[in-house]
């Protein structure tokens, strides 16, 4: 009843170009962002902050950037990780070395040092499509974990192989408490975000969309298939890379490179299947799904009094079988489900 | 712009058929042993309606994609407005004004209906990838400006109800008709039109003939077209090429070839009354 | 209500390494369960809670940071993996909760200057390498001649298999041994050219610093190519049934590192007889009571337990103590073998005296060799190698570490 | 150069290779089917196998009564993934039944520790893995008499498959599944039951996969990493080849021990990781589809 | 507007329904409602036309037949099919095909890796017939297909869409069926093969009494070769009734065959878009 389209004429195109054409909808992000910076930081307990709401912030983003590669360019990778960890080393030796570099530019070069090894391993998409690729952007991931444990000199030549974060202090102000590092957080990702969105209304979304649907008409139509391809990988290893920087600076703080390993890659892609590929709202709610589904049965099974090792098993026989459950009420993702809840919300109380 | 406002039409006569803006010379094709084009030479001259022809597999839809450089003849020459082309690739050919629909619906079938046209407007989109993540000042006039444009083309071929419908749902027809507009979007010199009334009736197919006719009429836009419909083709078209199993058997004024006993055999068939 | 002592146990018992986790946190809960029984320490019952990790730092985290709260706060934490070590190596000094890091993790975190609330009890990665290279020497009748052997140091391609090099390159400088290092990529189920090189090579021993499946895989791969394993020593995470069972008779002679003796204690005994006979026992498996995992876990817990009875006769017997106090009470450390002999564990692990220097305690390690069937230690006493080498490295490196994250050495009281 | 050593290189690598093959096979074989790449096939391998010596443990018997009973499990495994898993999502995106895979090995690997425990357990089958005495005494060349074996089985496999897929009718109407799911159903090719019989057929692979890899690395959850070894094998063969399979293993194999032992210690040596990817991704450059994988038809 | 539907009832075939629809209702991704209660009839041995605009859902009527339209997430909430006598909303598109219903799909779809040779040997999957029969049936459909004989070890993704059109024809008679469903088997086609496709759709009608039901947007065509037709109209039947009756009513004369009053119009000579008339908006 109240969420309604009717009545809602747009009365420019650039009105209609809206992020959120529906009034609705702007509202309700609005005080959802609201919430999140002044709400959230005061009533969400230090766990909720550090344990859920900064890794699932962060691999949102990392999530958006996966998304931005495989679910609007349509290049399907499992390097994901890799570029995480080229953003958190690359970071963390600019910071290291630079002295004096401010930490979000330090993030801001680490992205860009993912996105130069994005471009470098992307280059075989020109040839290689779908699982082939797939497969082949495991490369990227053995190769970049290899590489870290094999050049001291990118783990400052530390016995152990891990590097230690430097402390965030921008502008002398001190990112140290789980909801300073949560804010700092929401910012970095909610303003990428909005870039990302940005970028899939233009014409480089759309660029990347049409290869994906069909990559020889869009070159016929005149775009250029290597330029874009490489700009999708750019653009999603620098997401993938700032995600990674701040994983090691606002949620580990001390990383080895086998934090950033298949397994990491291969969740993150969970996410936006099961969010939804290409979908932004789909990074978040896959995210959401990843992070927050397994923390929730834990503490069900746990809750059961069943043996531990009973209890931790019937856990990941419970996370498979819900991921197939999604799947088939929705092959889309969470945010086509969410899409048509809306619709159907839309036309409630007439459904037809 | 007023081109939906069927008034408009009276009085626009039709232009004039210009010079040879496209010649064909001697093109071959083959793949693997299959010969899909021999030697084949013809030419288009601006602002007209060229239709090619022939039974199914003659190689029309080869031909086509020659122009626009999809296939790589292995003999003969392309000369677009004077220049001489061994063979286009895509992008010249897309920069350099030829747009095309295709035989097997080739839209972006997870985009809008919307974002379909719009895509045909990217040559002409100049503001860089930066301006358009932050969406800022030109980036996002220059959006705008688009979409005008892009939203003419939706009146135009009155698709306005389905704008935001992710084109995979639509129906085969109206995808057509979208597909039409992507390519009327690039404002191109020379439109190649592959089948593009195929799975239509009779209603939807005089539609798209008034379409075609008022692009031609109003743009200029030369028109190449690919068609098995004789009502039409013989109707809106000023000259007409026919192959047979790679080879051109004929080319002429419709009426030419209606009576071209080969064009006959091969095609028409005795008693067809179209 | 009574007051409990609540311990944090990110465990994992899926996945890759389950078959380590539930033997080890078994082991914990068993002899937790056996001190409760006996109505705890100095009355105070322990409780605990655990969080499934799948030994993946990012859940460990959230493990942690879920379970710290609970219970009135944890008092205590031991992950029992390097990456959610680390991942929460940064929280605890704020949190004011100790981490026991027992046999991982860097092995400078024992300088309790730097790292006050780290604990790698009983022995780190760098004092088991000068203790194998130690060992070895003794086997060929003294350190001296090593000179000109080879050793082949097989490792795990990580962080982990890296941590000992610079041990064992400075010890192969000062005796003269050739090092000869080989990488397996993890997690190693294929290492036929590792072995093909070694072979080659020739080598008079073997370092095999391998973990989780890498190890039998090696095992099995030296026997296909004829490589005596007598001439193999593990290190203590490739010297567990898990690592020596699957293999069949091919890990026959195989040696390895361990902080337990293997054989039977009082202690064992009574897990057996209080809880495994009335079902109270936690290994789903009575069998594995004993194993090297769960005497590891047993070790922890007893280590634990002596670390809570210390705070409590500082702070107050009888009460929960709180995280800081029970920092205090594993920095203060004292299990002699007087105490290991009255819980019922003498000659199980070594004996264990920390200092705010010294976190690690001991350092003293033994060698088992497997008959086949179970293993056996073969060095009657307890092994320590080149501990002012050791100290040295540990010494520069956490001094390296404190510079960056820009800590001040110092003692807490 | 040492020509011998060169040689118990080679064909050490070759022999890994086959192993590799293995397991890709079971992977070729769901994906000619419907397209989908099994991400559930390593755990399939590790249930095979943990559900075998489970099964000799729990019941106490011998291996010739357990491997009958693993082989109906791994039946009604099959079966039972069809009709839960696939059959609700015919003809969807490719992606989308590739998620599924995922949450399937989830599900396989607790379902297979729950039933019969995380341990890690041996698993000894009547050959040894032990240089043949034969090839040692006259060759002077060093082969394990086991990997002989698994070469054997593996051929076997390989070219019965390969007859299934290329010479019946069955395998014909799989391939046009693997095309188009709505056109193969519209034709009358009963998809759900010829899928629920090749993942029946995939589970006796994996079975068999399970069998030799447990053999030679025990019965452990790392058996499910095994999929990794075989993913080059399947980009350098094509995914939808048998022989493929059998010679990419081969290839990468061979070339990985090479790398290895050749290049490795001038690096650093641990390249075996990445090197058989960047191997089979530098072929690819050249064949984009793979060494006998079918042709991808790009046309408009 | 000279018609009912109502008034049409007289002209419904009066045999007994081969295949018949009764009042199905389809909605596609839960919330697109496409087919609004569509009922007709196919009696034994005839060919039936399914006519209407584009949009109109007639592939979707077909597909709710042959039950390919799981598929597509689209779901059949109301209504029911019977074909001979049975029920068979429920069944696989293979017992369909086995019990001799088969479907040429809209748009081509044929196997890309396969040849067309290939190609059309799936078409007779559900059958157990000897090599002999096969080849036997084969070189009946290269009868037809005389292009397909030339392309036949040509994989199909790499032949013409006429060629590729004509594929999935013969792909559907290798099946040998006893009702087709037939979407759209003039689309794309040269005109003279169309009219040999229909030309062969009336000799298997006749010949060996296979029923049709086709859905085609050339009106003229469809109706000559048709016994009766229905035209759909945004999900909804608006009109049926004989062939014969259709093509003379002025309405179908109008909008579905481009005559009016004067003969036929030339293309050319259309100076207004058509403002489309609907029966039923
Ligand atoms: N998979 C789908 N998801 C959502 N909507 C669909 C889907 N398929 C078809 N539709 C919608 O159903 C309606 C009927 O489509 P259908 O394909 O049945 O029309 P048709 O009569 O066959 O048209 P045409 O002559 O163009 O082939 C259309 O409005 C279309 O947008
Ligand atoms: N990429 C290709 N590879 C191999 N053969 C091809 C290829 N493209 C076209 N052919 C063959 O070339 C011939 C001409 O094909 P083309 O598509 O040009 O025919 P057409 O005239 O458009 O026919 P239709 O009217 O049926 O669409 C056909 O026999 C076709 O099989
Ligand atoms: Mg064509
Ligand atoms: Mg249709």
New binding site residues.
């Given amino acids: 009843m109240f969420y309604r389209e009717a009545g809602q004429f747009k009365t420019s195109y650039q009105a209609d170009g809206q992020i959120f054409p529906i009034l609705q909808d702007r509202l309700a992000l609005l005080v959802l962002l609201a919430v999140a910076v002044l709400a959230v930081p005061l009533l969400a307990s230090p766990y909720a902050l550090s344990a859920i709401l900064i890794p699932f912030l962060i691999f949102s983003l990392a999530a958006i950037g996966l998304n931005i590669l495989t679910g609007y360019a349509g290049q399907l990778s499992l390097g994901t990780a890799a570029f995480m960890a080229v953003g958190a080393f690359a970071s963390y030796n600019f910071i290291l070395r630079i002295p004096g570099l401010p930490v979000l530019l330090g993030f801001v070069l680490g992205g860009l040092s993912a996105a130069l090894v994005g471009i470098a391993f992307g280059l075989p998409s020109l040839r290689i499509r779908g699982f082939y690729l797939a497969a082949a952007t495991l490369a990227t991931q053995f190769f970049v974990v290899w590489c870290l444990t094999k050049i001291p000199y990118l783990t400052n030549y530390s016995a152990s192989g891990v590097i230690t974060a430097q402390p965030i202090v921008i502008l002398g102000y001190a990112f140290d408490t789980p909801d300073r590092k949560y804010l700092l957080v929401l910012a970095v990702v909610a303003v990428m975000a909005l870039l990302a969105k940005n970028m899939i209304r233009s014409n480089v979304g759309r660029s990347w969309m049409a290869v994906r649907d069909m990559d020889v008409a869009a070159e016929v139509i005149g775009f250029r298939l290597m330029r874009t391809k490489l700009l999708a990988f750019a653009v999603s290893s620098f997401y993938c890379g700032v995600a990674g920087a701040l994983y090691a600076y606002a949620y580990l703080g001390t990383v080895e490179p086998e934090a950033y390993n298949l397994d990491l890659s291969f969740r993150i892609l969970f996410m936006i299947i099961i969010g939804g590929v290409g979908s932004v709202l789909g990074s978040f709610l896959g995210a959401a799904f990843i992070v927050l589904l397994p923390v929730l049965l834990n503490v069900v099974a746990h809750s059961l009094a069943l043996p531990t090792s009973v209890a931790s098993n019937l856990e990941l026989m419970a996370f498979g079988a819900l991921i197939i459950f999604f799947l088939i009420v929705e092959p889309h993702g969470l945010a086509r489900l969410w899409q048509i809840g809306k619709e159907k919300l839309r036309l409630w109380p007439f459904p037809h | 712009m007023q081109m939906n406002e069927p008034e408009a039409h009276f009085g626009v006569g039709r232009r004039e058929t210009g010079p040879v803006i496209l010649d064909l010379k001697n093109i071959s094709l083959s793949f693997g042993g299959v010969k899909a084009l021999t030697d084949i030479s013809f030419d288009v001259r601006q602002h007209e309606i060229r239709a090619i022809i022939g039974p199914n597999g003659a190689g029309k839809s080869s031909m086509l994609n020659v122009i626009n450089g999809v296939y790589r003849p292995q003999q003969g020459q392309i000369v677009y407005r004077g220049e001489v082309r061994k063979n286009m690739d895509c992008y010249a050919a897309a920069k350099s004004g030829i747009a095309r629909t295709f035989q097997n619906i080739a839209l972006f079938k997870g985009m809008t209906v919307l974002d379909n046209i719009m895509t045909g407007r990217n040559l002409k989109m100049k503001s860089n990838f930066l301006m358009q993540a932050l969406y800022w000042g030109p980036a996002r006039r220059e959006e705008i400006a688009h979409r005008i444009k892009a939203e003419e083309i939706i009146d135009f071929l009155e698709i306005q109800a389905i704008r935001k419908?992710p084109v995979?749902?639509?129906?085969?027809?109206?995808q057509k008709r979208v597909e039409l507009g992507r390519a009327l979007a690039a404002e191109p010199e020379i439109l190649l039109l592959d089948e593009p009334m195929a799975?239509?009736n009779v209603e939807e197919k005089q539609d798209m003939c008034r379409f075609i006719l008022d692009v031609n009429d109003q743009f200029g836009t030369t028109i190449v077209l690919i068609e098995h419909d004789m009502g039409v083709v013989m109707d809106i078209s000023d000259r007409v090429v026919v192959l047979d199993y790679g080879k051109k058997i004929g080319d002429g004024t419709p009426d030419e070839v209606r009576s071209n006993q080969d064009v006959i055999n091969a095609y028409l068939g005795v008693g067809s009354e179209h | 209500q009574p007051a409990e002592q609540y311990i944090a146990l990110p465990s994992y018992r899926v996945g890759p390494y389950a078959a380590g986790g539930s033997g080890f946190y078994g082991g914990i809960i068993d002899y937790f369960n056996l001190v409760n029984l006996s109505g705890g320490v100095n009355g105070v019952k322990i409780s605990w809670e655990e969080c499934e990790t799948e030994y993946n730092p990012s859940r460990g985290v959230e493990c942690y940071e879920r379970l710290k709260t609970r219970n009135g706060g944890a008092t205590l934490v031991e992950p029992l993996s390097t990456g959610v070590a680390y991942g929460i190596l940064d929280r605890l000094a704020v949190d004011k909760i100790p981490m026991t890091m027992i046999g991982y993790g860097r092995s400078d975190a024992a300088n309790g200057k730097v790292f006050p609330y780290v604990f790698p009890l009983i022995t780190s990665y760098w004092n088991q390498a000068a203790a194998m290279i130690k060992y070895l020497g003794d086997k060929e009748g003294g350190v001296d001649k090593l000179k000109g052997k080879k050793i082949v140091h097989l490792y795990h391609d990580s962080a982990f298999g890296k941590e000992p090099l610079p041990v064992l390159e400075a010890l192969s400088k000062q005796h003269g041994f050739e090092l000869i290092k080989i990488p397996v990529t993890p997690p190693g189920s294929e290492q036929q050219s590792q072995w093909l090189q070694i072979r080659q090579a020739r080598p008079d021993h073997v370092i095999l610093w391998g973990w989780g499946s890498m190890n039998a895989v090696a095992i099995k791969t030296a026997q296909r190519n004829g490589f005596p394993r007598e001439k193999i020593l593990g290190v203590w995470w490739a010297g567990s049934e898990e690592d020596t069972v699957p293999t069949g008779d091919a890990a026959k002679g195989y040696s390895a590192m361990t902080f337990n003796t293997p054989g039977n204690y009082p202690v064992l005994d009574e897990i057996r007889k209080k809880l495994y006979a009335n079902g109270k026992g936690n290994l789903a498996d009575a069998a594995r009571i004993g194993s090297v995992y769960h005497m590891r876990g047993v070790s922890a817990g007893i280590l634990w337990v002596e670390a809570i009875r210390a705070a409590q006769e500082k702070f107050g017997k009888g009460k929960r103590v709180t995280g800081e106090q029970l920092r205090w009470g594993l920095e203060n450390l004292n299990v002699d073998d007087a105490r290991l002999k009255a819980v019922g564990a003498f000659g199980m692990l070594p004996s264990v005296k920390t200092s705010c220097d010294d976190h690690e305690g001991s350092g003293a390690v033994k060698v088992q060799q497997w008959d086949g069937k179970k293993w056996n230690a073969i060095t009657p006493n307890w092994i320590v190698g080149d501990k002012a080498l050791t100290r040295k490295l540990l010494e520069e490196s956490s001094a390296a570490y404190a510079a960056e994250k820009k800590i001040t050495p110092a003692c807490l009281k | 150069m040492n020509i011998n050593f060169f040689f118990e290189v080679l064909i050490g690598g070759l022999l890994s290779g086959v192993m590799y093959a293995l397991v890709a096979i079971g992977f070729v074989l769901i994906y000619k089917a419907s397209g989908v790449f099994n991400f559930a096939q390593g755990a399939m391998v590790y249930f095979a196998a943990l559900t075998c010596v489970g099964v000799m443990d729990k019941l106490g018997v011998s291996l010739w009564i357990a491997l009958p009973i693993t082989v109906a499990v791994m039946i009604l495994l099959g079966l039972s993934i069809e009709r839960v898993v696939l059959r609700p999502l015919v003809n969807q995106p490719e992606i989308s039944l590739f998620m599924a895979t995922i949450g399937l090995a989830f599900f396989i690997e607790g379902l297979a520790q729950l039933a019969f425990g995380a341990q890690v357990r041996k698993l000894e089958l009547p050959i040894e893995d032990v240089p043949s005495q034969y090839l040692m005494d006259n060759y002077n060349i060093l082969v394990s008499q086991f990997d002989i074996m698994a070469a054997l089985v593996c051929g076997l496999l390989v070219t019965s498959l390969a007859l299934l897929f290329s010479k019946t009718k069955v395998g014909r109407a799989l391939r046009a599944v693997a095309d188009d799911h709505q056109a193969a159903l519209a034709v009358g090719i009963p998809l759900q039951r010829i899928w629920a019989v090749l993942w029946a057929v995939a589970g006796m692979v994996a079975l068999v996969a399970g069998m030799l890899w447990g053999a030679r690395n025990g019965v452990q959850f790392a058996l499910t990493f095994v999929a990794l070894k075989a993913l080059p094998v399947l980009i350098l063969g094509g995914f939808t080849s048998m022989p493929g399979a059998i010679v990419g293993g081969l290839i990468i194999g061979a070339s990985e021990k090479m790398a290895e032992v050749y290049i490795g210690p001038i690096v650093g040596g641990g390249i075996e990781g990445w090197f058989p990817y960047v191997l089979a991704l530098l072929f690819l450059l050249v064949r984009p589809e793979g060494l006998f994988g079918e042709k991808i038809i790009r046309r408009i | 507007m000279t018609m009912t539907p109502a008034s049409t009832a007289a002209a419904a075939p009066v045999a007994a329904p081969y295949l018949s629809v009764n009042n199905v209702e389809v909605i596609?991704?839960h919330v697109?409602l496409?087919l609004k209660g569509v009922s007709l009839q196919v009696p034994q041995g005839k060919i039936v036309a399914l006519l209407?605009?584009?949009?109109?859902?007639?592939?979707?009527?077909l597909?709710t037949i042959s039950t390919l339209l799981r598929g597509?997430?689209?779901d059949v909430t109301k209504g029911e099919v019977q074909f001979k006598g049975e029920r068979i909303d429920q069944l696989t598109p293979n017992e369909l095909v086995k019990r001799g219903l088969s479907q040429v799909m809209?748009g081509r779809h044929c196997f890309g890796h396969l040849t067309i040779e290939e190609n059309l040997l799936t078409g007779a999957y559900t059958r157990s017939a000897s090599r002999g029969e096969l080849k036997e049936s084969l070189e009946k459909v290269y009868h037809y297909f005389p292009r397909l004989k030339e392309r036949r070890q040509s994989q199909a993704g790499y032949t013409s869409g006429g060629e590729q059109q004509m594929c999935a024809i013969g792909r559907a008679l290798m099946a040998r069926p006893s009702m087709i469903l037939l979407?759209?088997p003039s689309m794309g086609i040269a005109p003279q093969i169309v009219e040999e496709i229909f030309g062969i759709v009336k000799d298997l009608n006749s010949k060996e009494n296979v029923s049709f039901l086709l859905?085609e947007?050339n009106t003229s065509i469809a109706l000559r070769y048709a016994d009766f037709g229905y035209i759909?109209e945004n999900?909804r039947v608006v009109m049926e009734g004989a062939a014969a009756d259709l093509s003379c009513n002025e309405d179908v004369k109008e909008f579905y065959l481009g005559v009016s009053g004067a003969g036929r119009k030339s293309f050319r000579d259309m100076k207004f878009y058509r403002r489309r008339k609907r029966w039923l908006a």
């Fill in positions: 419908t995979g749902r639509l129906p085969y027809g109206l799975g239509m | 596609y991704d697109i496409v209407g605009a584009n949009g109109a859902g007639k592939s979707t009527t597909k597509e997430r689209g809209e979407d759209e859905a947007q759909l999900g």
